[in-house]
């Protein structure tokens, strides 16, 4: 596959796509989240030996819709919220790719998470390019009725750039299954009964078994690939710290609990709890499953520590399992473990990179770690289309198979090509989406 990438070298030149944000200009600057994505591209085209030239058709968005959500909220007041879909390539196939509610969200932080996706998809083989979608809104401020309208209103702003066979959405940060449900429902009242439309959905309205848990249980297996592969051992006894405790982190350390490893440090939005013998994390999302905050679990020997100090948490595994951008060059020098895994999307910058690689703090990228939950979201859409069910056993089985796989891939590159993972990682997906731009002709 490396060779066909080599080879691409010699090929012919690439269309600036098509770009159209409505709202916003297309050509502003890049900032910070967008910028720090193209960084890791552009060192692994350099490790392919790529003319440059390609760098501005991997890194340029297919189509961007920037769009204007209006509801009347609980008080009959109206309410505006701006929201986006970037869809970033489809040349491996239909855009795929989560939507996230969060007040920081904007379009910078939603073309860095399209592009990954890209990469994402190429790294785990699964048939489909990259997209992202978010809206700009505090969900804790909403009520279920006004969240219920905002994604509604996403869909029919939406409609005309989503469908089963060109864009699929997903769950991201505050989005979840009841969203989903309601996303296939309004789809389906304007396009017909499309379950395929949005993966992620409850088990019960057409969702694949194993999804609500499958990005955790990725990061899992491939914290377990990794340690193996290093020579580092089993998770048995080994430590770890975490910062997020959503749906990703906390089904992640609680595998990795149940394998025997110690967790000893866990944050959330709330703050951070410590305990150098292990925090207790079957009675801690039993906890905050009850609806109550992690800090009111600060009993049998687990302490409050500053929300920020999760970082400094010396333990074996480090896994970022929130937002993006937060491992920059001074937090990186803090740092006091062997591993980090990337459970968040774009968790380390660029600056924080170079620190933690000179530092020999290895790094297993969020294009392969968070990988399982697209992985099993195109198991859902698989399901969806030929209208079949498979266990929750099969589901498992297929995931661990596909981060094996994946994992293998990376590490040869690693290993052959003396580059970091990360680095490893997007050569294996830039040379996978150059190869299909070339077959399907793109000029
Ligand atoms: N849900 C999914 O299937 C996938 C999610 N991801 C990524 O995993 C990360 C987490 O996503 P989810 O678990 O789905 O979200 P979630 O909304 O279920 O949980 C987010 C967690 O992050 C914590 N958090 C938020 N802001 C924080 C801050 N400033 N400091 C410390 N903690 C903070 C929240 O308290 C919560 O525990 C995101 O980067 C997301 O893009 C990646 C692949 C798939
Ligand atoms: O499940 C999916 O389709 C995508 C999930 C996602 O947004 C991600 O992997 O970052």
């Keep these: 596959m490396l060779t066909s990438a080599l080879h691409l070298a010699g090929f012919r030149g690439v269309t600036a796509p098509v770009a159209a944000c409505l709202g916003q200009a297309w050509a502003r600057s890049l900032s910070s989240h967008a910028q720090d ?10 490790e392919l030996n790529l003319p440059q030239r390609f760098e501005k058709a991997l890194v340029t968005p297919r189509r961007e819709l920037c769009v204007q ?3 009347l909220n609980d008080n009959n007041e109206i309410q505006t919220f701006e929201a986006y879909r970037v869809q970033h390539d489809n040349a491996r196939g239909p855009y795929k790719g989560g939507i996230r509610y969060h007040p920081q969200c904007d379009l910078d932080d939603v073309r860095s998470l399209a592009s990954l996706m890209t990469w994402k998809t190429a790294v785990m083989d699964i048939p489909f390019g990259g997209a992202k979608g978010g809206v700009t809104v505090d969900p804790s401020t909403l009520s279920e009725n006004e ?7 996403l869909v029919h702003s939406f409609r005309g750039v989503i469908g089963p066979h060109s864009d699929i959405p ?51 297996y491939a914290i377990r690939n990794l340690l193996e592969a290093d020579g580092y051992g089993s998770i048995e006894g080994k430590t770890f710290a975490i910062q997020g405790f959503g749906n990703v982190g906390s089904h992640a350390v609680k595998l990795l609990e149940e394998h025997g490893g110690k967790v000893v440090g866990v ?30 679990y600060a009993h049998s020997g687990n302490s409050i520590i500053p929300g920020e100090t999760i970082f400094e948490v010396e333990c074996d595994v480090f896994i970022p399992a ?6 920059d060059d001074s937090v990186a020098q803090k740092m006091k473990c062997k591993y980090i895994v990337e459970a968040a999307n774009g968790p380390t910058r660029p600056e924080g990179d170079n620190v933690l690689n ?10 392969y770690a968070n990988g399982g939950g697209v992985a099993v979201s195109y198991m859902e859409w698989v399901q969806n289309m030929q209208e079949f069910k ?54």
């Design 147 to 153: 969240l219920e309208k905002l994604t509604r209103k």
């Design 170 to 220: 997903a769950p991201d940060m505050n989005t979840g299954a009841r969203e989903m449900a309601w996303f296939f429902d309004e789809y389906s009242k304007y396009m017909g009964f499309s379950p395929a439309v949005v993966t992620g959905k409850p088990v019960n309205l057409h969702g694949s078994l194993g999804r609500e848990a499958a990005t955790g249980r990725g990061v899992f």
């Design 267 to 296: 944050s959330d939005i709330d703050g951070c709890l410590y305990n150098k013998d292990g925090i207790d994390i079957k009675g801690l999302v039993k906890h905050v499953g009850e609806g109550k905050s992690i800090l009111e």
């Design 322 to 327: 929130a937002l993006g951008a937060v491992i």
């Design 358 to 367: 000179e530092r020999g703090i290895k790094i297993l990228p969020d294009i």
């Design 37 to 46: 994505t193209n960084t890791y591209i552009q060192q692994a085209l350099k």
């Design 69 to 71: 959500l209006t509801i």
């Design 390 to 443: 498979w266990s929750e056993a099969e589901v498992n089985q297929k995931l661990e198979e596909k981060m094996r796989d994946s994992f293998e891939q990376i590490w040869d590159i690693h290993q052959t090509k003396n580059v970091t993972m990360r680095t490893a990682a997007f050569m294996l997906a830039l040379s996978k989406v150059l190869e299909s731009r070339d077959l399907r002709g793109y000029s």
